[in-house]
């Protein structure tokens, strides 16, 4: 198959490929490597100058508990979360798997076990999909800078590489996501091989998801650190750390809310995106507290609400902005996020279409509205929010149209 053969395939089969992907909207990543036994980001080796000779005796004093995917993979059920994507190899070059390419790898060194084999494992026994992220960069290869500007080394990486992701994509049955991440040194996809390497990985596994990382388009592009739409109506999915950083960092300890990530999640389902939320565990592969502490009561949030978030969903860039909440929209019905509950009454200005029913969706409680002209007001409602989880009470509005709210910024639409 030729370059322009397999763009066209890839492009073909996407629709159907995808269509898991689109519905399922909140993902776990989780950043874990010989970093994370530093505590002080997953770019400690680079950001400290740390040689490489004083750097790889991590990998033998690097001992994991039994087993931590089963936690993180219950968390991320519990969460309402759909799919996990695992660091396999980080910038630091460490592999997480059995290779036969190279002996720094977990089951060589201190875990002496497959830690990629545990996770897809921890995956498919919590019923969730399956994603492997790769870091193309690699400060621990002979190569892995050379190969910029000497083509012997850029042959040899290239055939480690390919090498490499041959053997995530042989050896743990099917994946669902190939996430790779930073591309320097190489300047072009061409320079990678990038279509190559691609082709091959949907040859092995024909159901995959690829990102955007690789230096071509792909299935879906990763906006990071903002929960900002893709351009041109492309795939996307946010990916977020939770704490300002990817790896474990107790030191960093502005932890986003359970609010704040529903806020994300809100506007991840709103654009028709993903939202890819990251935990770093500790060396052992203890997820944090915060983590857990916020992700509970958003799971429980999830279970009465996922109706506003899981599906198919419809963007929401024709509804207004409003001080008491915000929207997601699906067909004919809108979803109005309140997060700042204004008391027994709610009302919103501008909506075009007409109202038919009116609910709490965590209840299913119908609630009472008035709907003249271009003011919609709802009553009877509780006087303080009624979510327990968040302070987010989410009202299902259903409408006999598509609804579109239109609001000038003076007193009178024009
Ligand atoms: C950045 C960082 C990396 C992190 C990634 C996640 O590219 O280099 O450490 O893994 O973002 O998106």
Same mark, same amino acid.
């Given at each position: 198959?030729?370059?322009?053969?397999?763009?066209?395939?890839?492009?073909?089969?996407?629709?159907?490929?995808?269509?898991?992907?689109?519905?399922?909207?909140?993902?776990?990543?989780?950043?874990?490597?010989?970093?994370?036994?530093?505590?002080?980001?997953?770019?400690?080796?680079?950001?400290?100058?740390?040689?490489?000779?004083?750097?790889?005796?991590?990998?033998?004093?690097?001992?994991?508990?039994?087993?931590?995917?089963?936690?993180?993979?219950?968390?991320?059920?519990?969460?309402?979360?759909?799919?996990?994507?695992?660091?396999?190899?980080?910038?630091?070059?460490?592999?997480?798997?059995?290779?036969?390419?190279?002996?720094?790898?977990?089951?060589?060194?201190?875990?002496?076990?497959?830690?990629?084999?545990?996770?897809?494992?921890?995956?498919?026994?919590?019923?969730?999909?399956?994603?492997?992220?790769?870091?193309?960069?690699?400060?621990?290869?002979?190569?892995?800078?050379?190969?910029?500007?000497?083509?012997? =080394?850029?042959? $040899?990486?290239?055939?480690?590489?390919?090498? &490499?992701?041959?053997?995530?994509?042989?050896? +743990? !049955?099917?994946?669902?996501?190939?996430?790779?991440?930073?591309?320097?040194?190489?300047?072009?996809?061409?320079?990678?091989?990038?279509?190559?390497?691609?082709?091959?990985?949907?040859?092995?596994?024909?159901?995959?998801?690829?990102?955007?990382?690789?230096?071509?388009?792909?299935?879906?592009?990763?906006?990071?650190?903002?929960?900002?739409?893709?351009?041109?109506?492309?795939?996307?999915?946010?990916?977020?750390?939770?704490?300002?950083?990817?790896?474990?960092?107790?030191?960093?300890?502005?932890?986003?809310?359970?609010?704040?990530?529903?806020?994300?999640?809100?506007?991840?389902?709103?654009?028709?995106?993903?939202?890819?939320?990251?935990?770093?565990?500790?060396?052992?592969?203890?997820?944090?507290?915060? =983590?857990?502490? $916020?992700?509970?009561?958003?799971?429980?949030? &999830?279970?009465?609400?996922?109706?506003?978030? +899981? !599906?198919?969903?419809?963007?929401?860039?024709?509804?207004?902005?409003?001080?008491?909440?915000?929207?997601?929209?699906?067909?004919?019905?809108?979803?109005?996020?309140?997060?700042?509950?204004?008391?027994?009454?709610?009302?919103?200005?501008?909506?075009?279409?007409?109202?038919?029913?009116?609910?709490?969706?965590?209840?299913?409680?119908?609630?009472?509205?008035?709907?003249?002209?271009?003011?919609?007001?709802?009553?009877?409602?509780?006087?303080?929010?009624?979510?327990?989880?968040?302070?987010?009470?989410?009202?299902?509005?259903?409408?006999?149209?598509?609804?579109?709210?239109?609001?000038?910024?003076?007193?009178?639409?024009?």
């Amino acid at each position: 198959m030729n370059e322009s053969e397999y763009f066209e395939m890839a492009v073909k089969t996407r629709p159907t490929r995808i269509k898991w992907w689109q519905e399922a909207r909140f993902g776990m990543f989780v950043h874990w490597g010989l970093y994370s036994q530093l505590a002080r980001h997953e770019w400690v080796m680079n950001r400290e100058r740390i040689p490489i000779a004083e750097y790889e005796p991590l990998a033998d004093s690097w001992h994991p508990k039994e087993r931590p995917a089963r936690e993180w993979a219950r968390l991320a059920k519990e969460s309402g979360m759909k799919y996990m994507v695992m660091t396999s190899k980080h910038h630091e070059g460490f592999l997480l798997w059995d290779s036969k390419l190279s002996d720094y790898n977990a089951v060589k060194h201190g875990p002496g076990r497959d830690l990629v084999a545990e996770y897809v494992d921890a995956c498919h026994e919590f019923g969730l999909r399956c994603g492997l992220y790769y870091s193309l960069m690699d400060w621990h290869h002979p190569d892995g800078a050379n190969c910029a500007h000497d083509d012997g =080394a850029r042959r $040899r990486f290239l055939d480690y590489t390919q090498g &490499l992701v041959r053997e995530l994509c042989t050896n +743990y !049955g099917k994946l669902d996501i190939l996430w790779y991440d930073v591309s320097w040194p190489l300047r072009t996809p061409a320079m990678w091989e990038s279509a190559k390497m691609n082709a091959m990985v949907r040859e092995l596994q024909p159901d995959i998801l690829i990102n955007n990382r690789s230096q071509l388009d792909e299935d879906f592009g990763t906006p990071e650190e903002e929960v900002r739409a893709a351009e041109g109506g492309r795939n996307w999915e946010a990916c977020m750390t939770f704490n300002g950083s990817w790896g474990y960092m107790p030191s960093a300890v502005d932890w986003h809310s359970t609010r704040a990530v529903l806020g994300m999640l809100r506007t991840a389902t709103a654009g028709q995106g993903n939202l890819l939320l990251n935990v770093g565990p500790a060396p052992d592969g203890t997820v944090p507290a915060e =983590a857990y502490e $916020r992700l509970e009561p958003l799971g429980k949030w &999830l279970k009465l609400n996922g109706e506003a978030v +899981y !599906g198919a969903v419809s963007n929401a860039n024709h509804m207004e902005w409003m001080p008491t909440g915000q929207w997601t929209i699906k067909g004919n019905t809108a979803y109005y996020w309140c997060n700042r509950w204004p008391g027994k009454q709610l009302t919103i200005g501008g909506l075009q279409s007409k109202l038919l029913h009116a609910s709490l969706l965590a209840t299913g409680e119908s609630v009472c509205f008035d709907q003249q002209e271009d003011r919609l007001t709802l009553f009877g409602l509780p006087e303080t929010t009624p979510d327990p989880y968040a302070g987010v009470a989410v009202l299902k509005l259903e409408f006999e149209s598509a609804p579109r709210q239109k609001l000038g910024a003076g007193c009178i639409v024009l």
